[in-house]
T-cell receptor, first 112, second 111 residues
Framework: EAQVTQNPRYLITVTGKKLTVTCSQNMNHEYMSWYRQDPGLGLRQIYYSMNVEVTDKGDVPEGYKVSRKEKRNFPLILESPSPNQTSLYFC???????????FGQGTRLTVV | GIQVEQSPPDLILQEGANSTLRCNFSDSVNNLQWFHQNPWGQLINLFYIPSGTKQNGRLSATTVATERYSLLYISSSQTTDSGVYFCAVSQMRNAGNMLTFGGGTRLMVKP
C-alpha cells in the first residue's frame, strides 16, 4: 500500500532531551516536507526536501533539523526540544513539487 | 504570499443534509487539494483538483481556476463526515512551499 509512515504517533518528552521523528514513504517521491499544526495558526511548513541531500527551510524552521540521506526517509530532529514545540506534526510527500501531496498519520508531540 | 480563505468557518448539519464548502485563493495556482482531518487528527486526501470537476461517492469538488475558487459538495451527510475540511494550494513559482492551507471549515454532523 502506498503510504507515508511517521513514528512515533504520540510522544511526551522533557525539555532539552533530543528526539527524532521518523518519516518514510514508499512511493518513490522526490519531494518531502514537514509541517506543524497549532490551534489558531493552521498548518505551517518547517522544512522541505526536493531530492536526496537537498533540504531547505520552510516558514518555521527554528529549533528543528532535517536530513535526506535516502529518497524514502526524511527524519525531523529536535536537538533541544522546548515547550513551544508542543504540536501536531505531519510529514508529507509528493512526486514533484505541485503534484498531489500525501500526508502521514501525524505525530502528537508534548514537551514538558 | 498567496492567501487561502475558506468559508464557512463552522457548520452544523443534521444527518442527511447537503452542504457546500468554499475555498477562495488570491493568486493563480498549479495545485489545489481538499483534505478531511478526522477527529483522530489524520489528514485524508479527498481531491486533487487544480481545475475542473471530480466526484467520489457522496463528495464532489469543482475548481474554477480562472475565478480563483473551489467548492466542495457533501451530499447526504453522515456523522462520519464530521471533522475539519481543508483546502490547500501551491504555486509553481513558489519553489519549496508544497502547500499553503486555508483555515479550514469545521463540520459537525448531528444524528
Amino acid at each position: 500500500e502506498a503510504q507515508v509512515t511517521q513514528n512515533p504517533r504520540y510522544l511526551i518528552t522533557v525539555t532539552g532531551k533530543k528526539l527524532t521523528v521518523t518519516c518514510s514513504q514508499n512511493m518513490n517521491h522526490e519531494y518531502m516536507s514537514w509541517y506543524r499544526q497549532d490551534p489558531g495558526l493552521g498548518l505551517r511548513q518547517i522544512y522541505y526536501s526536493m531530492n536526496v541531500e537537498v533540504t531547505d527551510k520552510g516558514d518555521v524552521p527554528e529549533g528543528y533539523k532535517v536530513s535526506r540521506k535516502e529518497k524514502r526517509n526524511f527524519p525531523l530532529i529536535l536537538e533541544s526540544p522546548s515547550p513551544n514545540q508542543t504540536s501536531l506534526y505531519f510529514c508529507a510527500s509528493s512526486l514533484f513539487l505541485n503534484t498531489e501531496a500525501f500526508f502521514g498519520q501525524g505525530t502528537r508531540l508534548t514537551v514538558v | 504570499g498567496i492567501q487561502v480563505e475558506q468559508s464557512p468557518p463552522d457548520l452544523i448539519l443534521q444527518e442527511g443534509a447537503n452542504s457546500t464548502l468554499r475555498c477562495n485563493f488570491s493568486d493563480s495556482v498549479n495545485n489545489l487539494q481538499w483534505f478531511h482531518q478526522n477527529p483522530w487528527g489524520q489528514l485524508i486526501n479527498l481531491f486533487y483538483i487544480p481545475s475542473g470537476t471530480k466526484q467520489n461517492g457522496r463528495l464532489s469538488a469543482t475548481t474554477v481556476a480562472t475565478e480563483r475558487y473551489s467548492l466542495l459538495y457533501i451530499s447526504s451527510s453522515q456523522t462520519t463526515d464530521s471533522g475539519v475540511y481543508f483546502c490547500a494550494v501551491s504555486q509553481m513559482r513558489n519553489a519549496g512551499n508544497m502547500l499553503t492551507f486555508g483555515g479550514g471549515t469545521r463540520l459537525m454532523v448531528k444524528p
